[in-house]
């Protein structure tokens, strides 16, 4: 197996203000990476932040932690660039907003970034499948993007599912109202690469939440590749 479990706390739902600390603490609770969301409003009814807060979290908490670039935005060709130069070392874009992925892969790629592609609950896995080649990794929305602390939607898992069954080695990644509860469910199906915003920022116990889902997840890709 080409792929391992990797979790990646979803910091939006943490308190904004101490942004620089809840990504160090995150990392101390055993984070693989940290999954940062951009929303600019228009491909998404809310507001995040954009490369200049990701050049200042790089420049404070060095240069270790892995950034996936959530892009919820309607122009990502905009953002690749400034990226880049802010330390993103993921550009995770949105298949609904472009028109010409194949040329933004390419420039992602050039840009020294990995490429992430992720496609909304209402858009099929078939879009997705002529570029998986060519990506890194791809994120099947498990909510309408927008906004933390939305219900899973178990009904993405057929994509995971066929993307898994199709390119055995790609990285896929869930967002979403993935936690304890839902973690088997995104497991099974065969997602490698899980983002967790209110179950482990909410929990209590950060740490604890972030082993389980690690746990879970390997322990689905041993099976996966004892049954071959
Ligand atoms: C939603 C974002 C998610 C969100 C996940 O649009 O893409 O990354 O922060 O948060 P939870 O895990 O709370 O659903
Ligand atoms: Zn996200």
Redesign the pocket.
């Known amino acids: 197996m080409a792929y391992i479990a990797k979790i990646g706390p ?1 910091i ?2 943490s308190d904004l203000s101490r942004l620089g600390s809840e990504c160090v603490r995150m990392m101390g609770c055993g984070a693989d990476y940290l ?1 940062l ?1 951009v929303m600019d409003g228009h491909f ?1 009814p809310n507001i995040t932040f954009g490369h200049p807060m990701v050049e200042c979290l790089r420049k404070t908490i060095g240069l270790e932690p892995f950034f996936d670039m ?1 892009m ?1 935005v309607s122009r990502p060709e905009q953002w690749v660039k400034p990226m880049a130069a802010a330390g993103a070392n993921q550009y995770t874009f949105h298949l609904e907003a472009t028109t010409n992925p194949g040329n933004l892969i390419k420039e992602i790629k050039e840009s020294g970034m990995k490429v992430g592609l992720a496609i909304k609950p209402g858009t099929t896995v078939e879009e997705l499948a002529p570029w998986a080649n060519q990506i890194d990794m791809a994120l099947v ?1 498990t ?1 309408e ?6 219900k899973f939607l178990e009904d993405m898992m057929p994509k995971v599912s066929w993307l898994r069954s199709q390119f055995p080695s790609l990285d896929i990644e869930v ?5 304890p509860d839902t973690i088997h469910k995104c497991a099974e199906a065969g997602a490698n690469m899980i ?5 482990v920022i909410g929990s209590d116990d950060p740490r604890s939440v972030i082993a389980l889902l690690r746990t879970v997840v390997s322990e689905a890709i041993q099976k996966r590749s004892l049954d071959r």
């Open positions: 979803s939006l739902s999954h969301d998404v959530h919820m929305m909510v993007p927008g906004f933390g602390g939305q967002d979403g109202g993935v936690g983002v967790s915003g209110s179950a």
